[in-house]
């Protein structure tokens, strides 16, 4: 009963936005047509668990109940900054918050007070994935210090929307079937994001998916995506970051990449921390920086791109992984590459493959040939201290 009780007066709450409310997001549009500047149009809206006061936004004194907040945000096109108070948030009832924008659309800020404040959906580990809790068809959105759980999938942009200029920062996801989308199979347009300080713990599917030849300008840093190990629920081509379908011009520096372990395929167990797939267009202008990939089930790196930077990258097998680095197909240069681990290895497929200065210097790398008849067999040579050795053709496969 107090359930419905709640609900209700959310609908009447929603239908008797308070005046001054409604008077800020006049006033944000009023200074956005007059050239002023973006952070000035900005309405402060806050919300807590269950509301405060007057409930209408204005302070957190009078916080909004959260799903009145964000329907209130889905629906207006002007700049505003939501301010989630910390406590917890059950959002199970939400749906999908679909953010939609277009031209004269303002900034969004979607904010909380770090890990105290946390958004709990109900889906579990073996539920259809779903729909995201954000679906993004806007511009110009930011998501900072915050944490989720217990979600589908936390951003997806959909097929045919433009979504450039977003920011997730210090948030954290656990316990989804997927993190962050920018789906395979659609039409869209995804520039300029930075995902920075973010933590992805024990996903079913994939970690972060970046796809699509208008996906581009996408910086990923100081980031930790943690697939939780062997599950029985995980998907069977389970990842932590994939790169596909001739996305380009993406920066990953310093993220660890760990325990992405696919279904107990007999056959062959999948799970790669670093994925760059050229099935539907080759991945371009990708640069790998202080990365360390751990526990891995197949591939550390598993690499199949075009003019890649790669630099100080550590592939770690933890007595799991079956590779370290994978590399399909295309031209690398490794500088500074390190293995750890005792079944660690570069393993080139097809490929030419320049290591410079790897890890221990006084040993040599371990290097195996995985070359098919198709394509050219495979070169690789390495150099240490400006010196380099013979080039080494990998033999004809039997």
Not at 353 to 378: E, K, N, T, V, Y
Request: charged content about 25%; proline content about 5%; aromatic content about 6%.
């Amino acid at each position: 009963m107090m359930r419905w009780r709640r609900w209700a007066s959310a609908i009447v709450t929603l239908s008797l936005l308070t005046a001054a409310t409604m008077a800020g997001f006049r006033s944000a549009a009023a200074q956005q047509a007059q050239g002023g500047p973006v952070s000035a149009a900005l309405v402060e809206i806050h919300a807590s668990p269950e509301g405060a006061g007057a409930r209408n936004g204005r302070r957190s004194a009078d916080a909004m109940p959260l799903y009145q907040a964000l329907k209130l945000l889905s629906a207006t096109s002007r700049g505003a900054r939501l301010s989630l108070a910390a406590g917890t948030y059950h959002i199970s009832a939400l749906g999908s918050v679909r953010l939609v924008g277009g031209r004269g659309t303002g900034p969004l800020v979607i904010q909380g007070a770090g890990d105290a404040t946390v958004l709990v959906g109900r889906f579990r580990a073996g539920d259809p994935p779903g729909a995201a809790l954000f679906e993004l068809a806007r511009s110009d959105v930011a998501f900072r210090n915050f944490a989720v759980r217990n979600v589908a999938r936390f951003i997806d942009v959909p097929n045919g929307a433009t979504a450039e200029r977003i920011v997730v920062a210090g948030v954290s996801i656990e316990e989804a079937h997927d993190g962050i989308l920018i789906d395979r199979g659609k039409r869209h347009s995804a520039r300029d994001w930075r995902l920075e300080d973010v933590r992805i713990f024990g996903h079913v599917r994939v970690g972060i998916r970046l796809a699509g030849p208008r996906t581009q300008h996408i910086v990923i840093r100081r980031t930790m995506i943690d697939g939780g190990g062997e599950r029985e629920t995980n998907d069977c081509y389970k990842g932590g970051i994939q790169l596909l379908e001739a996305v380009s011009d993406v920066t990953i520096e310093n993220v660890h990449v760990s325990r992405n372990i696919g279904c107990a395929d007999p056959r062959y167990q999948q799970g790669d921390g670093v994925e760059a797939d050229d099935k539907q267009g080759a991945p371009r202008r990708i640069t790998l920086r202080h990365i360390v990939s751990s526990g891995n089930r197949d591939g550390n790196f598993d690499l199949k791109a075009e003019d890649m930077t790669l630099e100080d990258l550590v592939a770690r097998s933890d007595g799991v992984s079956r590779h370290g680095f994978r590399l399909w197909h295309y031209r690398y240069r490794c500088t500074r590459c390190r293995l750890e681990g005792e079944s660690s290895d570069f393993q080139v497929n097809n490929a030419t493959l320049s290591l410079l200065d790897p890890w221990p210097a006084d040993a040599p790398p371990l290097i195996h040939c995985g070359d098919g008849r198709a394509r050219p067999p495979s070169v690789y040579l390495v150099e240490r201290a400006g010196r380099s050795s013979p080039e080494t053709i990998c033999p004809p496969p039997k």
